[in-house]
């Protein structure tokens, strides 16, 4: 069965540096997502993105946030300077269609834990 | 997307039936009812989704009321691996939501399942 992968597992990073999240969506999908998880809390979105844009971003997706799809392939998350705060899992997710498809259920990964020292 | 309402937690014996109930009093007509689920430690997954019908697949059964208020996601022979947290959504797929992609989660109900 086709299945979203992300990597690493785990990241752990000092304050202020720069990280990257990668992640190999579904290959035939065209929506591509970050969701993250602050441990013992709720699923947060992120960020949507659709035709090499994004298509729609939450408050937290400030300005430290980019995403990127540099190949056909691989859909990536990067922090520019992390902060404690940022301590979560990233979970990336990928759905073959949106719009009035949006019935079609969105594949996660099984997320990156990502710690900030 | 209109809000719904879980409850925090139950609990279940394995290989009994288990319906987990959501409440979605404000729905709209063009809301469709989404269920997933996180298993521990890992990123969330789709269990089923419906608008006004019940549905089946092979993960589970989702009945409707009629009024649409309301729904229960039905697990008919719960087992351990079922033991996760549930989550139910509502997904507006009406045209003045186009582009709207993201999944709204709420805290969802933690289902524990007794060997």
């Known amino acids: 069965e086709p299945e979203v992968t992300q990597t690493p597992s785990h990241q752990v990073t000092q304050m202020g540096q720069e990280v990257i999240l990668r992640c190999v969506p579904i290959s035939n999908h065209l929506y591509f997502y970050w969701y993250r998880q602050i441990l013992g809390q709720k699923v947060e979105f992120l960020v949507s993105?659709?035709?090499?844009?994004?298509?729609?971003k939450s408050e937290i997706f400030d300005d430290q946030f980019s995403v990127e799809r540099p190949d056909g392939s691989n859909f990536t998350l990067k922090i520019r300077s992390t902060k404690l705060e940022d301590s979560a899992m990233y979970f990336c997710?990928?759905?073959?269609?949106?719009?009035?498809?949006?019935?079609?259920?969105?594949?996660f990964g099984q997320g990156t834990r990502l710690t900030v020292v | 997307d209109a809000k719904t309402t879980q409850p925090n937690s139950m609990e279940s014996n394995e290989e009994e039936p288990v319906h987990l109930p959501c409440n979605h009093s404000?729905?709209?007509?063009?809301?469709?009812i989404h269920w997933y689920r996180q298993l521990p430690s890992q990123g969330p997954e789709y269990v089923i989704h419906g608008l006004t019908s019940n549905v089946n697949n092979r993960m589970a059964s989702l009945a409707i009321a009629e009024d649409r208020k309301s729904s229960t996601l039905i697990l008919h022979r719960a087992t351990l691996r079922d033991a996760a947290v549930y989550y139910c959504?509502?997904?507006?797929?009406?045209?003045?939501?186009?582009?709207?992609?993201?999944?709204?989660f709420g805290t969802g109900t933690r289902l524990t399942i007794i060997p």
């Open positions: 993105f659709y035709n090499n844009e994004i298509s729609e």
């Open positions: 404000t729905i709209s007509g063009t809301d469709y």
């Open positions: 997710a990928s759905r073959e269609q949106g719009g009035f498809a949006m019935n079609t259920e969105a594949f």
């Open positions: 959504i509502l997904r507006d797929v009406s045209l003045s939501n186009f582009g709207n992609e993201k999944l709204t």
